[in-house]
């Protein structure tokens, strides 16, 4: 039960990050006083600390040449795309990718999503992957080649059903991730010409009306997961919005939801969820509620600054927010997002993005192998997964490709003051 979960919430990550990738970067005139005014920060390997300060030596351990953590950010990102192409098939057309080097399966229609979405990441922050135009036509065919008009889906060799998720759920989710796909392929310039049906979509539209959407909504009150009730509120949200769109109509579904996500989230704290939700689930959570719906829909974020304290107390002193990848790289969200709004702890927020590079830049990346999803344990090869880390532990897989460098921009955009997912009414 726990896999499937974990499986599920791996799966919503992966999808949810298309959505993030197309939004559009956005440089101030804020951005360039801040650039001449910035603190610089240092990593030292030594100590495993950071510092801040023009001088290179480390004040604690007198460690020379400690390397600053934007610079650090730089080269990491521009050697990216070759770990990439080290996971593609290469004596099939352009676009067959695997989760890993050592991946048993011999190509993933998900890991080819997850490499286009770390090809329009790396693009978006100014690394774009040496790729020709008729290599991305080429990508195009290829995630057509796989979409079956019978279903109207693009499927994925994913053994979903061998652990027990099947029918409507199954059908939900690809019906999600083919969605996705066309996004991110108009995003890398070379949409697609297939179509998702309308009655498919229909058909998982669980914010059909008022009274489902309470219905669904209360159900989750109690739910001591905020980060994936989050997530499954916002798709149901934005896929009722979408239908409504097409009917051109409107009704009282969105303003209904807007109040009941208000109305639940704590005032002392700024997060979702029952006294007993673990503190790195509800700044998750914070992540995928704001992110999904209160800045989609250009709502007001309330609690600012109870919400920095909250994020701010989680860190620990080795810069970390949390047991995995995700919980890191939504904190640093948040903390962007929130920053923008206030001068509140700005110091504070400043330091807290500089010394999580710690575990982004040296935890969970290698020189030679890249970023890794997984460390020191046989994550995700239980029931037939497509077996990310085959080897066991911390080999570079096309998931992390695609998902760490969104941490990277969310430091950069604390630490330079980059404004990359605008609010709505700025866009
Ligand atoms: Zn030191």
Known sequence: MKIRKLLLSVIIVLLAIGGAISCKRHTSKKLQEKEESQIIYRICDSCQDVFAG???????????????????????????????????VQDRPYGYFRWSRSAYDEYSTMASYMALNGYNLLSRLGYPPPLSQNQLEEWRETAESWYNPET????????????????????????????????????AGVPGDFVVPKNLIQKYDVFADVDQARAWLDSMKNVPNPWGWGSHAARNLSRHQKILADQGREDGVLDFVHQWIDENQNPETGLWGPPETPLHDAVAGHFKIVKGMYLIYGWPIHYIERTIDSALRLQDSTGSFGPGPCENFDALYSLYVLKRETDYRSDDIDRAAALNALEVLRYWHEDESGFSFNRDSALLTVGGWPQLMPEGINEADIYSMAHWPMAVVYMRAILLGEDPEPKPDAR
Do not use: H
């Open 54 to 88: 023009e001088d290179p030596t480390c004040p604690e351990c007198g460690q020379e040449q400690c390397p600053e953590v934007l610079e650090e950010m730089n080269r990491l990102l521009t050697g990216l795309w070759d770990y990439a192409e080290s996971m593609r």
């Open 152 to 187: 109207g889906l693009i499927e994925d060799s994913l053994p979903l059903k061998r652990l027990g998720i099947s029918g409507s759920e199954y059908e939900s989710i690809f019906l999600l991730y083919t969605q996705r796909w066309l996004t991110i392929l108009r995003t």
